[in-house]
């Protein structure tokens, strides 16, 4: 069974640096993508950027390029989403999703991380 | 970069009534397009990709068309579980992009 499980809810002031997870599990990390997608409270879904199973290749949204990073570590199957320092319009809800490589569409999503920051 | 809009922004609708959502992407995409349906607190679930071809585990009231700028997602008989927010998302080039989405209620 595939599976996205990410890191649980984190409440940080602004300023603070934070890396999330998206550990996945149940196929060949080696054969697809992993994306993310932010979710403003009540807002749309915005794609942020993808990664390559290797790491080797990583390509962000224009809202997000300098202002997040993505890496995967390839012997635990898990990506991340990083911040250095954030900021309070960072407060969102944070999914990873599964994507192919040739075509590419998100099958398999985590169950999103919320991530609240506040002075 | 690919601007993706859709219409309508919502919708009421009934049950058993046919919905269609159009999504509109300002290049071609060469029906590199997908559709979302996500539900609240949910995370969000693939219906159809590449324009027309259905996830697996979707209902069959579900379908896509579309080829070009302009695609659609049709519901063709909505059940009480289709109320939701539907999103396009187009995969043709990075940087990808959703539609700011369709909320369909009662």
């Known amino acids: 069974e595939v599976q996205l499980v990410q890191s649980g809810a984190e409440m940080k002031n602004p300023g603070e640096s934070l890396k999330i997870s998206c550990k996945t599990s149940?196929?060949?990390?080696?054969?697809?993508?992993i994306g993310w997608v932010r979710q403003m409270p009540g807002k749309g879904l915005e794609w942020m950027g993808i990664?390559?199973?290797?790491?080797?290749?990583?390509r962000y949204g224009p809202s997000f390029d300098g202002q997040v990073t993505i890496s995967v570590d390839k012997s635990v199957n898990t990506a991340y989403l990083q911040w250095s320092s954030l900021k309070a319009s960072d407060t969102a809800m944070y999914y990873c999703?599964?994507?192919?490589?040739?075509?590419?569409?998100?099958?398999?999503w985590g169950q999103g991380t919320l991530v609240t920051v506040s002075s | 970069d690919i601007q993706m809009t859709q219409s309508p922004s919502s919708l009421s609708a009934s049950i058993g009534d046919r919905v269609t959502i159009t999504c509109r992407a300002s290049?071609?995409?060469?029906?590199?397009l997908n559709w979302y349906q996500q539900k609240p607190g949910k995370a969000p679930r693939l219906l159809i990709y590449?324009?027309?071809t259905v996830q697996s585990g979707v209902p069959s009231r579900f379908s896509g068309s579309g080829s070009g700028t302009d695609y659609t997602l049709t519901i063709s008989s909505l059940q009480p579980e289709d109320f939701a927010t539907y999103y396009c998302?187009?995969?043709?080039?990075?940087?990808?992009?959703f539609g700011p989405g369709t909320k369909v209620e009662i």
């Open positions: 999703a599964r994507s192919g490589d040739f075509i590419r569409y998100f099958d398999f």
């Open positions: 149940g196929y060949i990390f080696s054969n697809y993508w």
């Open positions: 990664i390559s199973p290797p790491g080797s290749d990583a």
């Open positions: 290049q071609n995409i060469r029906s590199y």
């Open positions: 590449a324009a027309s």
């Open positions: 998302h187009h995969s043709s080039t990075t940087p990808e992009a």
